[in-house]
């Protein structure tokens, strides 16, 4: 029998952490189109409908229920306009640890979504779940990402050198003005004690983290 993770929602003070729905369509085009998205992922450019139909319908759901991790798309309590997205994958339910990705849309970075949304993925992760590890990789030049990751308390462990493929504008190459450059990850992991100081970042960035199973 394969181990899975709940159908779950997470909520913060600001933000609502659930399941992609068909809604999220096409807010969700507009955030992976974006230069930035395009530079640090792997995800397909340009992105179209039909990727987005493909994440929403069978990528994130299936996630899930084949046991490799969970996607959350982050949405604005108040608004419930579609901020970015938590991604935990490569679990290992034998260790109890997983890898968490991150993505967030132009218009609401700077606000310390990721931070708060990632932040209440690991304590949902360590306390109801009881999982001991969090790895993220960071490409070596994505700062924004690096920052999140020291945020919330990560552990420098690393560095895989010219372990990902990025994406920078060019102005000769591709027909789609990107072309590929190797680039070094920082690993960082994050435990549950690491944590514990983890509550005074989780009120400056806007509240708590509690979590409802069996989100439909």
Same mark, same amino acid.
């Given at each position: 029998?394969?181990?899975?993770?709940p /159908?779950?929602?997470?909520?913060?003070?600001?933000?609502?952490?659930?399941?992609?729905? @068909?809604?999220?369509?096409?807010a969700?085009?507009?955030?992976?189109?974006?230069?930035a998205v395009?530079?640090?992922t792997?995800a397909?450019?340009? !992105?179209?409908?039909?990727?987005?139909e493909?994440?929403?319908?069978?990528?994130?759901?299936?996630?899930?229920?084949?046991?490799?991790?969970?996607v959350?798309?982050? &949405?604005?309590?108040?608004?419930?306009?579609?901020? =970015?997205?938590?991604?935990?994958?490569?679990?290992?339910?034998?260790?109890?640890?997983?890898?968490?990705? !991150?993505?967030?849309?132009?218009?609401?970075? =700077?606000?310390?979504y990721?931070? @708060?949304?990632v932040?209440?993925?690991?304590q949902?992760?360590?306390? /109801?779940?009881?999982?001991?590890?969090?790895?993220l990789?960071?490409p070596?030049?994505?700062?924004?990402?690096?920052?999140?990751?020291?945020k919330i =308390?990560?552990?420098?462990? =690393?560095?895989l050198?010219n372990?990902?493929?990025?994406r &920078?504008?060019? @102005?000769?190459?591709?027909? /789609?003005?990107?072309?590929?450059?190797r680039?070094?990850?920082?690993v *960082?992991?994050?435990?549950? @004690?690491?944590?514990?100081?983890?509550?005074?970042?989780?009120?400056?960035?806007?509240?708590?983290a509690?979590?409802?199973?069996? *989100?439909n």
């Open positions: 029998m394969t181990t899975t993770f /159908d779950v929602s997470i909520s913060t003070d600001r933000l609502v952490l659930r399941p992609y729905e @068909e809604a999220d369509v096409p969700h085009i507009e955030m992976m189109n974006d230069e395009t530079a640090w792997n397909p450019h340009p !992105y179209t409908e039909r990727d987005a493909r994440w929403v319908r069978r990528i994130a759901p299936t996630e899930r229920t084949q046991g490799r991790g969970i959350l798309a982050v &949405t604005e309590f108040l608004t419930q306009r579609l901020v =970015g997205l938590v991604h935990l994958s490569r679990t290992d339910w034998h260790i109890r640890a997983a890898e968490v990705s !991150y993505i967030t849309a132009p218009w609401a970075r =700077g606000e310390g990721a931070t @708060e949304a932040l209440a993925v690991a949902w992760l360590f306390r /109801d779940q009881r999982f001991e590890r969090i790895e990789r960071t070596a030049d994505n700062t924004a990402a690096q920052q999140v990751a020291q =308390g990560c552990i420098s462990e =690393g560095v050198r372990a990902w493929i990025a &920078t504008r060019t @102005e000769n190459g591709s027909p /789609d003005g990107w072309t590929n450059i680039t070094d990850l920082l *960082w992991s994050l435990l549950p @004690e690491d944590l514990e100081g983890a509550g005074d970042e989780m009120a400056d960035a806007g509240g708590y509690s979590a409802y199973n069996d *989100w």
